[in-house]
């Protein structure tokens, strides 16, 4: 079976059951904290795949990777007990995406990134979410870093959509008309 699939099955298990214990967010916080994990470590989908650790080591390891010193929650610790019996551990890399894909589109939430050339204001920020948000009809989830090389300007970043408005894509744009 295709592993899309898959993952797109267990993590609507996941979000039902989840909605059932009135756990969802902070479910949708421990899979942000999984993935975030898996990219930061990479050898824990190694782990996950490697045979010769126990059901007990992989459980606890997803877990840890979850929700850190913290307990996890009701509906992570019984989901994460099933998809490491049923031997799909090593996908929930792709599990934990899915239910952030599915909880995303129940809960209305577009996740938006803004790259800046510096540092600026918590204000200025606000401001643009708050008229992305009018303009998509959805609460966004806004992420912010900085990248040096923009010169100047910002670049926005959601769903399939790219605002590029930075002083290095102008100056490539002029260095493109003026050699034609």
């Known amino acids: 079976m295709d592993i899309g699939i898959i993952s797109v099955r267990y993590a609507k298990a996941l979000l039902q059951f989840a909605l059932e214990n009135k756990e969802e967010q902070t479910v949708y916080g421990e899979m942000q904290t999984l993935g ?34 913290a307990k996890a929650t009701l509906s992570l610790r019984r989901f994460v007990s099933l998809v490491v019996k049923n031997g799909r ?15 995303r589109k129940k809960k209305h939430l577009t996740e938006a ?11 200025l920020v606000e401001r643009i979410r708050k008229m992305l948000e009018e303009k998509i009809h959805a609460k ?41």
């Open 36 to 69: 975030e994990t898996f990219r930061a470590v990479p050898a824990l989908q190694q782990a996950l795949i490697n045979p010769t650790y126990t059901e007990e080591q992989k459980t606890g390891w997803l877990l840890t990777a979850a929700s850190g010193d």
């Open 89 to 103: 551990a090593d996908m929930m890399l792709f599990i934990s995406a899915s239910y952030l894909t599915l909880y």
């Open 113 to 123: 990134r803004l790259t800046f050339a510096r540092q600026v204001n918590a204000a």
């Open 140 to 180: 966004v989830e806004m992420s912010v870093s900085e990248d040096k090389e923009l010169l100047g300007g910002f670049v926005l970043e959601y769903d399939t959509y790219r605002l590029d408005a930075s002083v290095r894509t102008q100056l490539n744009e002029l260095r493109r008309n003026w050699v034609q």
